[in-house]
């Protein structure tokens, strides 16, 4: 099989190549990327010599290239984005064109080249929130509100990816997954930013109160979560991923890296809210479960640990992130 990884330079991305090439040796892998401030070929390594594997720069935005390199190929799936809440409201207009623009390009590329398969990496956060204290989780059947112009921007991918399957025939599948963690990931994301900060002796900041609930998700997991989906998911499906943690507040999970790691809670600093903070998000992965077998074998104490661990032995990674372009963001985002 011949994959085609939009954003494979990516925290998810690369975690998903790394994991696909080890499993499948014999696919060919084309990692498409525009290798923005959170693309890193680094992530990559183990595989750069790889004769089944070849990295193309270029923008998702870029019509005439993007049809000329998903020509002859079986799949494209499709996790190039910005990412980042916080970033997109410093800034929507990137957000708009990469996510809503190159996932157009995209799918106009796919039907125009026959590409069999298309599959679309989305976000929880097109549900919007769930409140506090309820049993309620989001299922396939939840209507989209998105509260921050990133999870606007992915809402608007997958509308059209849908309206693609719909109107041309596209084969798609469709997951939308809650927030990951593990290796490779970004250091301004919540759990790799306090890991570093608390190896640098900085503060971990805390937006509002800090009650804000999330499902955390182990990047392995989900990388076996699109696996199942690619080799077993029914075509025009969505599916939800999500992980073992149920109800955790951010500052809890706070505290677990700092029981990990074994300093004092004075390192936690409160600092002023995100504007349109969604509470709560809750997945209920039992369709991806009883259809395809699929769950998460992570519980969310082991990766935590395993987290930490990586991040406390690949120092020189992070440290060459949040030393570059990245301080510029950090700056701003916590004057
Ligand atoms: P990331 O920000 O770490 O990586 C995104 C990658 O896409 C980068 O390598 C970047 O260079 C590349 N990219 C950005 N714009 C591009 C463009 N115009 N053309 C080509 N490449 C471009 O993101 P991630 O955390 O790995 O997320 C991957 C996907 O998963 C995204 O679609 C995101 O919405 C979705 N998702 C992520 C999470 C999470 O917790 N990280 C949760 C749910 C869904
Ligand atoms: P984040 O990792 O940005 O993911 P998302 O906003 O996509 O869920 O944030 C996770 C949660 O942590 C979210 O509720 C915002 C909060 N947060 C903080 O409290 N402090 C921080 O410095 C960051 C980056 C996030």
């Known amino acids: 099989m011949k994959l085609f990884v939009t954003g494979g330079a990516g925290f998810i991305g690369s975690n998903f190549i790394l994991y696909w090439m080890k499993k499948y040796p ?15 070929l680094e992530n990559l390594k183990e595989v750069e010599k790889n004769p089944n594997y070849e990295f193309i720069q270029g923008d ?13 190929i079986d799949i494209i ?46 976000t929880d956060e097109v549900f919007g929130a769930l409140p506090l204290n309820s049993t309620e989780k989001f299922m396939d059947t939840t209507p989209y509100n998105p509260h921050s112009p990133y999870s606007a921007s992915k809402a608007a991918s997958d509308h059209l990816v849908r309206a693609y399957g719909d109107t041309y ?25 306090a890991i570093t900060n608390i190896i640098e002796g900085k ?20 990388c076996e979560a699109i696996d199942a989906i690619i080799k077993k998911g029914t075509i025009g499906k969505t599916y939800l991923v999500g992980g073992l943690t149920d109800d955790i ?32 998000y809750a997945i209920d992965w039992s369709t991806i479960n009883k259809e395809l077998g699929w769950s998460p074998k992570h519980t969310f104490e082991t990766a935590l640990a395993e987290t930490v661990e990586w991040f406390k032995k ?6 060459r992130i949040k030393s570059g372009v990245y301080k510029d963001y950090y700056n701003t985002q916590y004057k």
């Open 26 to 40: 014999e696919d060919k892998i084309i990692n498409f990327d525009k290798l923005t401030y959170a693309g890193n």
């Open 60 to 72: 998702i935005c870029n019509k005439r290239l993007v049809e000329d390199v998903t020509r002859n």
């Open 77 to 122: 799936v499709h996790f190039a984005a910005e990412s980042h809440v916080d970033r997109s409201i410093l800034d929507a207009s990137p957000f708009i064109q990469t996510n809503i623009v190159g996932t157009h390009v995209l799918l106009e590329a796919a039907v125009k080249n026959k590409v069999p398969r298309f599959h679309h990496v989305s």
């Open 169 to 193: 025939g596209l084969q798609y599948t469709l997951s939308n997954c809650s927030n990951n963690f593990g290796p490779y990931h970004f250091p301004e994301k919540l759990i790799p930013l």
């Open 203 to 222: 503060k971990v900041p805390v937006y509002g109160d800090g009650l804000y609930v999330r499902d955390w998700l182990y990047v392995l997991d989900h």
């Open 249 to 280: 507040s951010n500052i809890d999970v706070i505290k677990k890296i700092i029981t990990i790691m074994e300093v004092d809670e004075s390192v936690i600093t409160f600092v002023k809210d995100r504007p349109g903070h969604d509470r709560r």
């Open 314 to 319: 690949n120092e020189e990674w992070w440290k």
